[in-house]
């Protein structure tokens, strides 16, 4: 274990070391939007399925036999254990093979890999979730741990964002999150002509979400999404008054083989995949060209 903090934060669960492998079985594909299928994981081995313990913000690398092996963000909750829920989008080699797989197809898992969310310290205050894209993906984790205990939590927001109401993930989901007081906030960048939500950038909706709100406190932030989005999200936050101790942003964008092996993402002498994919804000504004 490798724990981080920035200054007067709130402290990291370090990378998971070491390899642990498990046949597993797809239980089911439920496509979500043209590009992106959810996949129900199940670890075969009963007592292997029950051992296998995570944290919300975690990844794994998935082996489609024969084909080869990528790192895939944990989006299920870390109470559900071996029973896996991933979100691919079908992109290249591996996941437009897997685009076409069927329920009953064997898998590895190896991992699980990475630091998490510090969602325990985040009980008593409020908690931001903030989402571009497939971010909500790493974030759906954290989000059920949140759910799950939600009354060891204040205010919940959820601000979340896609290019058009088609790419929009989890829409099965919204109004189950509002059922748990979640203060959810959708935009998309190109609204149709069906689209009666709000439009344009994810910072406009989350400046209007939170104005007035004292964030100086009591408040943390979760943060996935595209490289661009953190900046200005993260700036907003920030001008707003919370720390950047108590901001969390996944860096898996940047990562390639995501153990490490590959030297693709490393930030100087910081490979982002062994000490990250989750970091607080204040040590990504010490890697230098992280954002
Ligand atoms: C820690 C971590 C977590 C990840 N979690 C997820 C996840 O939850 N869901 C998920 O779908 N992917 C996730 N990825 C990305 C995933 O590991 C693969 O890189 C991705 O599926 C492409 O692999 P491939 O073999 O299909 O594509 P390759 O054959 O390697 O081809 C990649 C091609 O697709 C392009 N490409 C790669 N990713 C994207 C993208 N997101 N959008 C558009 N173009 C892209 C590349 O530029 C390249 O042209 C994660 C990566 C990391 C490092």
């Given at each position: 274990?490798?724990?981080?903090?920035?200054?007067?934060?709130?402290?990291?669960?370090?990378?998971?070391?070491?390899?642990?492998?498990?046949?597993?079985e797809i239980?089911?594909?439920?496509?979500?939007?043209?590009?992106?299928?959810?996949?129900?994981?199940?670890?075969?081995?009963?007592?292997?399925?029950?051992?296998?313990?995570?944290?919300?913000?975690?990844?794994?690398?998935?082996?489609l036999?024969?084909?080869?092996?990528?790192?895939?963000?944990?989006?299920?909750?870390?109470?559900?254990?071996?029973?896996?829920?991933?979100?691919?989008?079908?992109?290249?080699?591996?996941?437009?093979?897997?685009?076409?797989v069927e329920r009953g197809t064997r898998v590895?898992?190896?991992?699980?890999?990475?630091?998490?969310?510090?969602?325990?310290?985040?009980?008593?205050?409020?908690?931001?979730?903030?989402?571009?894209?497939?971010?909500?993906?790493?974030?759906?984790?954290?989000?059920?741990?949140?759910?799950?205990?939600?009354?060891?939590?204040?205010?919940?927001?959820?601000?979340?964002?896609?290019?058009?109401?088609?790419?929009?993930?989890?829409?099965?989901?919204?109004?189950?999150?509002?059922?748990?007081?979640?203060?959810?906030?959708?935009?998309?960048?190109?609204?149709?002509?069906?689209?009666?939500?709000?439009?344009?950038?994810?910072?406009?909706?989350?400046?209007?979400?939170?104005?007035?709100?004292?964030?100086?406190?009591?408040?943390?932030?979760?943060?996935?999404?595209?490289?661009?989005?953190?900046?200005?999200?993260?700036?907003?936050?920030?001008?707003?008054?919370?720390?950047?101790?108590?901001?969390?942003?996944?860096?898996?964008?940047?990562?390639?083989?995501?153990?490490?092996?590959?030297?693709?993402?490393?930030?100087?002498?910081?490979?982002?995949?062994?000490?990250?994919?989750?970091?607080?804000?204040?040590?990504?504004?010490?890697?230098?060209?992280?954002?």
């Amino acid at each position: 274990m490798n724990n981080q903090v920035g200054a007067g934060g709130i402290e990291l669960t370090g990378p998971t070391d070491g390899e642990h492998y498990h046949q597993a079985e797809i239980t089911s594909v439920y496509p979500l939007t043209p590009d992106e299928k959810l996949y129900q994981i199940q670890i075969i081995d009963p007592v292997a399925r029950r051992d296998f313990a995570f944290q919300a913000g975690q990844f794994v690398m998935l082996e489609l036999p024969g084909i080869g092996e990528a790192p895939f963000s944990i989006s299920s909750a870390p109470s559900r254990r071996g029973d896996l829920e991933l979100c691919i989008r079908a992109v290249g080699n591996l996941s437009k093979f897997l685009d076409r797989v069927e329920r009953g197809t064997r898998v590895g898992i190896s991992g699980p890999y990475g630091s998490s969310f510090p969602v325990e310290a985040m009980v008593g205050g409020d908690v931001i979730f903030v989402a571009g894209g497939l971010g909500i993906v790493p974030l759906r984790s954290p989000l059920a741990v949140v759910l799950e205990n939600r009354s060891r939590y204040g205010l919940v927001d959820l601000v979340y964002g896609a290019k058009s109401p088609a790419e929009l993930l989890f829409t099965y989901q919204y109004q189950g999150w509002q059922q748990f007081d979640v203060n959810l906030g959708i935009t998309v960048d190109r609204p149709d002509e069906a689209w009666v939500g709000a439009s344009g950038l994810i910072t406009g909706l989350l400046e209007r979400q939170l104005a007035g709100r004292d964030l100086a406190h009591r408040t943390s932030a979760i943060v996935c999404g595209p490289p661009v989005m953190f900046k200005f999200v993260c700036d907003l936050l920030i001008r707003a008054g919370m720390p950047m101790q108590r901001i969390f942003v996944s860096l898996e964008r940047r990562m390639h083989c995501g153990r490490g092996k590959c030297c693709r993402c490393n930030i100087g002498s910081t490979y982002t995949c062994k000490q990250g994919p989750v970091f607080d804000y204040w040590t990504v504004m010490n890697l230098k060209e992280a954002i």
